[in-house]
C-alpha cells in the first residue's frame, strides 16, 4: 500500500524512496504482467466512477455528477480500450530497412500535480498511463480536492497491487501543500502537471522536464458556411460540459456579420442565456479576479468556476432562468481589458460580432 501520509520534507524523502524502490523492480515486469496490472487497475476505476465523481463534487462544489461520471469513465475505461494492446516492454517496434529497434523504457518516478477541477479523472489517467508504462508515479492533490483525489488513487493502487504491482508503485502526499508540490517536482525524474499558469510555471521551473497542461482559451470561428444549428448546439454542449471547468472548452465565439443574428438565435434556442447590456458589468464584477500583484493579470474566479448559470446569476445579482444551460456576454472586440475575453471556467461564452 501506498505511504500516503506526507505533511513535511522528511517523510516525502521517505515516500520517494518507497516509490522509486517499487519503480525499480516493477521496470523489471513482463509485457504480460504489466497488462494485466493495468486492466486490473482500470476496472477497478471503472466500477468506482459513480462513487468518485459524486465525491469530487461534494468536495469541490464544482461541476456536475453526471459530466464528471462520464469523465471518470473514459480516463478509465476509454483509456485501457485506447492502450491495452499498445507494447511498452523492450522492443516495441522495429524497421528492417533501416536496422532500427524501438526500446521501450521508463522514466522512473514522475510527478503528478492535479486540479480541483478534474480531481478524480486526471488523477485515474496519470495513475494508469504509469502503470502501463512501468513508471512510478507520486501525486500531489489540488488541497481543495484532495479527499477525493486520494480517493480515487487508492483505488488504482489497492487493484493494481492485488494484480502484483510492487506497494508504492502509485503514491501521493495526503496533506498537499505548495512547497510540497514543487519540492516533488524538483526531486522526481518527470512531471505532469495540470492546473493554472502559476502551477504550470513551476513545474517547467523546477529543473526535471515536465508537461505542462495549462489554462486554455479557446476561440471559435462561426462563418457563413457554417451549420449554424449544429455549431450552436455543440458549442453549448461543449461550454456547458461538467460546468465549463473543461479548458478545451470554447470560451469566445466569433460570429461573422452575415449570419451573426441567426447564430445569436441557434444558442438561443439550444439554451443560451443573453445577459443584459445593462447587466454584464454585474457578471464582469464576479467572473474574474485580478492578481494583488499586477491588476493587469486575471484568473477565473473560484467563487465562479463549475457553477451553474443560476448560481453565477445571483452571484452577480441578477435573475437568470432556470433552464439556461450556458450564460452569453456580446463583447465588442476582443479585448484581455475585459474579463470575458479570458478562460472563464463556467459556462460563460463571450459573443463577437
Known sequence: MAV??????????????????????????????????????????????????????AETGMGNVEDKVIKNRYASEYIYTQYKDTPTVGVVSRDSKKGLAVIAEPLGVLAAVIPCTNPTSTAVFQALLALKTRNGIVFSPHPRAAKSTIAALEVVSQAAVAAGAPAGIVNWISAPSIELSVALMKACDCTLATGGPGMVFSAYSAGKPA??????????????????????????????????????????????????ERFKAALA??????????????????????????????????????????????LAGIEVPANARILVGEIPSFDYGDPFAHEKLAPVLSLIK
Open 4 to 57: 500516503g501520509n506526507t505533511a513535511d520534507g522528511a517523510n516525502l524523502e521517505s515516500l520517494l524512496a518507497q516509490t522509486k524502490a517499487a519503480q525499480k523492480a516493477y521496470a523489471e515486469f513482463p509485457q504480460t504482467q504489466v497488462d494485466a496490472i493495468f486492466k486490473a487497475a482500470a476496472l477497478a476505476a471503472d466500477k468506482a466512477a459513480i462513487t468518485l465523481a459524486k465525491a469530487a463534487v
Open 269 to 314: 434556442k439550444h439554451g443560451a442565456y443573453f445577459i443584459p447590456a445593462a447587466d454584464m458589468d454585474k457578471v464582469r464584477a464576479v467572473l474574474m479576479r485580478h492578481s494583488p500583484k499586477d491588476p493587469a493579470v486575471m484568473s477565473a474566479n473560484p467563487l465562479v468556476v463549475g457553477q451553474t448559470p443560476v448560481a453565477i446569476g445571483k
Open 211 to 260: 508537461i505542462g497542461v495549462g489554462p486554455g482559451n479557446v476561440p471559435v470561428v462561426i462563418d457563413a458556411s457554417a451549420d449554424i444549428d449544429a455549431a450552436a448546439s455543440a458549442i453549448i454542449h461543449s461550454k456547458s460540459f461538467d460546468n465549463g471547468v473543461v479548458c478545451a472548452s470554447e470560451q469566445n465565439a466569433i460570429a461573422v456579420r452575415e449570419i451573426y
